[in-house]
């Protein structure tokens, strides 16, 4: 948490919103490349040297990163809803409940809840032991006892407000955009995993669109095998989970996906 706020000190970037994986880190930025590369750089070495601190193995030299510009407000929004979203997707927590993100400071009152000691109430070897850094600490950057730096310190909110005008519209798209969660997913080469609710809704979401007036169980199987192609191919859903979804054999769901007339020629 305090090397992600760092990186807006040592690298000319603004951070608006990230997502701190076990794994991976997802992070929202501006900045040119130049700025960019070396936010990165900083962040690897930061890490590979507490891992060694810590009796780990440093991060792989293959540790890579992918920068992907954005260039309308529509995308941005996508880009917010699958940040935010990460952590739940992975099965960690519920949306916003995440310690190791920026996501609870998105219309959330547990933001001004979580306060730490100001920067200014330590002494200079204090923050040096802290951060790991003799970076000069901003005084009203605050640190928590087991959150470390809140992100409050250091992340720009005003894009995300100038995106998303109220409460509602931001928590029905985090829970309810699939798509959006598809397509930013498929750019990063991060599939996505829904559970047995999420699938049933996006079907029932899809007949109602495709067939009005009509339920599941009133479908033929040419419509059923239709849909079963926009299942796979919109959301990327593997046979056995449609098969469940729609009510048909996993072994007539492949045939469906195999055959040309279904628009999936090879």
Same mark, same amino acid.
């Given at each position: 948490?305090?090397?992600?706020?760092?990186?807006?000190?040592?690298?000319?970037?603004?951070?608006?919103?990230?997502?701190?994986?076990?794994?991976?880190?997802?992070?929202?930025?501006?900045?040119?490349?130049?700025?960019?590369?070396?936010?990165?750089?900083?962040?690897?070495?930061?890490?590979?040297?507490?891992?060694?601190?810590?009796?780990?193995? #440093?991060?792989?030299?293959?540790?890579?990163?992918?920068?992907?510009?954005?260039?309308?407000?529509?995308?941005?929004?996508?880009?917010?809803?699958?940040?935010?979203?990460?952590?739940?997707?992975?099965?960690?927590?519920?949306?916003?409940?995440?310690?190791?993100?920026?996501?609870?400071?998105?219309?959330?009152?547990?933001?001004?809840?979580?306060?730490?000691?100001?920067?200014?109430?330590?002494?200079?070897?204090?923050?040096?032991?802290?951060?790991?850094?003799? #970076?000069?600490?901003?005084?009203?950057?605050?640190?928590?006892?087991?959150?470390?730096?809140?992100?409050?310190?250091?992340?720009?909110?005003?894009?995300?407000?100038?995106?998303?005008?109220?409460?509602?519209?931001?928590?029905?798209?985090?829970?309810?955009?699939?798509?959006?969660?598809?397509?930013?997913?498929?750019?990063?080469?991060?599939?996505?995993?829904?559970?047995?609710?999420?699938?049933?809704?996006?079907?029932?979401?899809?007949?109602?669109?495709?067939?009005?007036?009509?339920?599941?169980?009133?479908?033929?199987?040419?419509?059923?095998?239709?849909?079963?192609?926009?299942?796979?191919?919109?959301?990327?859903?593997?046979?056995?989970?449609?098969?469940?979804?729609?009510?048909?054999?996993?072994?007539?769901?492949?045939?469906?996906?195999?055959?040309?007339?279904?628009?999936?020629?090879?």
């Amino acid at each position: 948490m305090i090397v992600i706020g760092l990186l807006t000190l040592h690298a000319d970037i603004i951070i608006y919103s990230f997502s701190l994986m076990p794994n991976h880190v997802h992070i929202i930025l501006s900045g040119n490349g130049g700025a960019c590369l070396k936010a990165f750089d900083y962040l690897r070495n930061k890490l590979s040297t507490r891992l060694k601190l810590d009796g780990y193995a #440093t991060l792989p030299d293959d540790y890579w990163f992918k920068l992907t510009p954005v260039d309308e407000p529509e995308q941005m929004k996508n880009n917010f809803i699958y940040v935010d979203r990460n952590a739940y997707e992975r099965l960690i927590c519920i949306p916003a409940g995440y310690p190791w993100s920026s996501s609870y400071l998105h219309f959330s009152l547990i933001g001004k809840m979580i306060r730490g000691h100001r920067a200014d109430s330590f002494s200079k070897r204090e923050l040096e032991r802290m951060t790991g850094s003799r #970076t000069n600490i901003p005084p009203h950057w605050e640190f928590h006892a087991t959150h470390g730096l809140l992100p409050s310190s250091f992340i720009d909110n005003s894009l995300f407000f100038r995106l998303f005008n109220n409460p509602k519209d931001y928590e029905s798209r985090l829970v309810k955009d699939y798509e959006a969660y598809v397509k930013v997913g498929k750019a990063l080469d991060e599939p996505p995993e829904f559970s047995k609710i999420e699938i049933n809704d996006i079907v029932e979401r899809l007949v109602l669109d495709l067939y009005p007036g009509r339920k599941l169980r009133q479908l033929s199987n040419d419509q059923k095998g239709r849909l079963a192609i926009l299942l796979m191919k919109n959301y990327n859903l593997k046979s056995f989970d449609i098969a469940s979804a729609i009510n048909v054999s996993e072994h007539i769901v492949g045939q469906w996906l195999r055959a040309k007339d279904y628009g999936n020629q090879k």
